[in-house]
Structure formats: C-alpha cells, structure tokens
C-alpha cells in the first residue's frame, strides 16, 4: 500500500448495521497506516456506506458522490461505495458515477486493504499505458466487488482497538423473510448467525475496552440461532446468548434490534425477565396493523398475534416500553387500513416509533404490485400517524418528571457545560456536568419532558462522590 496513503473518511448511511461495518472499515485499514478523519477534504480515501432501503437514502448517494468529484482534479483521491446499494447496483455505480473507483458489498468489506493496494497498482499500469481505449481504462480503473463468498467476513474481521461507551456488535446478518417492500433478503442475503463463542469473545473485548453497553445487531436479529459453545451440534438462540452475555463483567447494558414479532423463543421472553442488564426497552417492527396490508407484506402474523407478543412481554417485564416501524401507503391501503393501523398504535401505546411512506423499490414484489398509493394520501397518512405517535412519547416522557433515571452519559451536549447520555429506555437526558463523567452512569433527577428529549439535574449524591 502507497506510504502516503494515511486519511481515510468513511460517511455512514442507515441502519447501525452499516455504523458497525464502517468502524470495521477502519479498524481494517488501522495496521496499513491509516487514521480515520471526519471531512472528504482531508481524505486520501473517501467510503460511502450506503443504504437501499428506501430511495431517498440512494438518491443522497449519487448527489454526496456529485459532491467530492472535484476534489478528485485537486489531489490523488480514492473514492469507494460500500453497502447495500453497492450490492444491489454494482456496476450500475461505475455507469452512472464514472469517477468511483470501488465498489463492494456487504459481504466483502474484509477485504478492503487488497483492494485499495489492486487499485493503486492499476492506476500505476494506467499512467505506464498509452494504447487503451475508454473502456479498458475504465476497466483497469474501477474494481466491482459483490461476491457473497463462501468464506465468513467475520473470521477475517479485526477487534476494534477503538474505546466505546455504547458498542454495537453484529451477531447475525441477512434476513430470510422476504417482506414484499423490503430489499434486504436481496442486499444482505440469506441469515447468518455467528457462533456463541466468536461473539462472546468480541463482546468481552469491548467490555475490555470500557464498553458498557453491547446493542447486539441483525437484520432480524431474534432469529438468532448461533453454534452452541458446549455443543457444535447444537444451536442457542437469542434469549440463550443474552443469558451468557448477562454473566460478562463490565457489560452493564444490553439491547438487542432489530426484532421480527415471529422470532419469539421461550429463553427471550426469560432473559427480559432474569437477565437485569436486558433493558426494559424494545424496537418491534409492526409495519401495519391491517391485517389485509400485513398479509400482502407477507409478514406472516396478524395484527392480534403482535399485540399478544407485546403483552406477554409486559407480563415477563412490566416496566418495558416500546418501538416500532411503520410503513403508510404500502400498495392497496385503504381508509381502514391506515385506521386499523392508528387503532394497534393506541393498543400498544408507544414510547418512540419510526415511520415511512412506501417506498417502490427495484426486484421486490410489491414495487410491480397495483394500486400503488398517491403521494399526496401517503403524506397525510404519514403525518396522522407521527402525530399520533409523538403525542405518545411525550406522554411516556412525561411520565419520568420529578424521577431519577439512570443514565449512561456518552456525549457533550448542545449548549457548554452539557452532557448527554441514554436512559433505560432510549430516551436522550441532557444535564449540566463535568465532561470528566462521559462514560459513566449516572443519576438523573428529571426536571423538564419534550417530545425527543429530558433534561434533569444529576442527583446530589452523584455530585458528592464526583
Ligand atoms: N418503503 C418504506 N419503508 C421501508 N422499510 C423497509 N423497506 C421499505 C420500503 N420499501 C422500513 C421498514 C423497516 C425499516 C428498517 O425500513 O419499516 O422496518
Ligand atoms: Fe426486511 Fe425486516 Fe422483513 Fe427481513 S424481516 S424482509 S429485514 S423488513
């Protein structure tokens, strides 16, 4: 690899599985003499991790792209496309963004130091060659790289040497479901879990390096069935692994995202209930709570069976709050259908959600579905339905004024002198403090609820011990 070589800028689209792949992008390119820097401009690479969930995410690509293209005529750059559009386009990148120069998958990101070496060594050949049409050159210039291999990424993945309060770590990958609107089975593949022992070992290391908090990630995370430590016939599921990740010193909190309602094993329910660092939070995709529009999502449950789900969760764990997704619009839904969906959200009364109108994209079923929803009904519907839901989550923050909630404090806040951190159940805590307590956890009087946010006093005790 070029001595020069040293700034590596990678921008991160989407879900936390992509947050995890970029701090491994890094961690990867650590021992070839490279830093992380937080602008394009410093860059002597430039990743973008995209996301193709929806469109709006890959349009912000190709407008992203348009924008480093001229520091290319500034200096020696590398420009790289990783994640699920550059799984689902591949080569339809290079056509249309001629300037990139590698692009790869998901699933062979383990290899990124030999493909940026491959790639100094043809620019090289390139400058030595006279004779090559446009086609060759842009043959030699570009590397497409969106194999599914058959060997895992993860055994080639290093352990990050980063320090992190709040650590994401990717137990299973891939989703097996096949929703109508959803591009992951496509982008991802097929699920995979990793053995109990290889994430066991990873999550001891972070705690190692002063993580706190473990979020266990997968596409559809609580179908989790991983090799058995004990047994390498045998396999545990999610609730079997959190019960194991319970016991490793250090590891204070526990979460896991994102869930599927189907995936539900007995041990989970048991872990919500027995394993104290499991927090009383949950993000629990619904989608719809039509039972029309669920079937033709090919969600493979009702409305009813997701509401039994939540409610034998709050027998196992009665303080627990929830998540969820909602997609409005999705091909066919009628007036009732977007009702039906109101009603489940006031059923389950929500903590926080996240929602999206229906997104059409390319090779999933319902994108070729008919009746196709008008934009200007699904903005409306959308709009009902936040408001609906934000109205709901300042009533679940309002419940906490005058409380003390534990806090994990990750972050200086907005305004000097303010930290921020995560309660229990996902709610951001701003106070007044000493930066010296970022990492910690500490007790949060709550004195004032938004919508988004609390803001609190942290309590006298803590004050006294500082
Ligand atoms: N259109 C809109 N939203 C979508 N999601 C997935 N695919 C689409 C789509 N085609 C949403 C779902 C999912 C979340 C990650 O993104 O709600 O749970
Ligand atoms: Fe997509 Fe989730 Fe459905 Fe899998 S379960 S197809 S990731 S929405």
Known sequence: ??????????????????????????????????????????????????????????????????????????????????????????????????????????????????????????????????????????????????????????????????????????????????????????????????????????????????????TLLGQNVNAYHGESPTEPSKEWNLGQLIFEVGKINGIERIRYTT??????????YEAHRDVPALMPFLHLPVQSGSNSILKMMNRQHTAKDYLEVIEKLRKYRPDIAFSSDFIVGFPGESDQDHQDTLSLIKAVEYSQAYSFKYSQRPGTPAAIMEQQIPEEIKVVRLAELQALISEQQLKFNQTFKDKTLKVLVDKTGKKDGQLSGRSEYMQSVYFDGPEEIQGTMCDIKIEHTFTNSLKGLISQTQQTIL
């Open 1 to 214: 690899m070029k001595e020069n070589l040293k700034k590596v800028h990678v921008k991160t689209y989407g879900c936390q599985m992509n947050v995890y792949d970029s701090e491994k992008m890094v961690d990867l390119l650590k021992p070839h003499g490279f830093e992380s820097v937080d602008t394009p401009n410093e860059a002597d690479v430039v990743i973008f991790n995209t996301c193709h969930i929806r469109e709006k995410a890959e349009q912000k690509l190709y407008s992203d792209l348009g924008r480093v293209r001229p520091l290319k005529q500034e200096k020696d750059l590398l420009i790289g496309v990783a994640g699920c559009v550059a799984q689902a386009e591949g080569d339809e990148i290079i056509r249309q963004a001629p300037y990139v120069d590698m692009v790869f998958g998901p699933q062979t990101y383990h290899r990124l130091p030999e493909l940026i070496t491959k790639l100094y060594r043809q620019k090289e050949e390139l400058k030595e060659s006279t004779n090559l049409n446009k086609s060759q050159k842009r043959k030699l210039r570009s590397v497409v790289d969106t194999d599914f291999p058959v060997e895992s990424k993860f055994d080639l993945l290093p352990q990050t040497q980063e320090s992190r309060t709040s650590a994401f770590l990717s137990i299973q990958e891939g989703c097996d479901n096949f929703c109508t609107f959803c591009v992951v089975p496509y982008t991802r593949g097929s699920e995979y879990s990793r053995p109990v022992t290889e994430i066991v070992k990873e999550a001891k290391h972070l705690a190692e390096m002063g993580a706190k908090e473990i």
């Open 259 to 268: 869930s599927h309602p189907l995936d539900m094993p007995t041990e989970l």
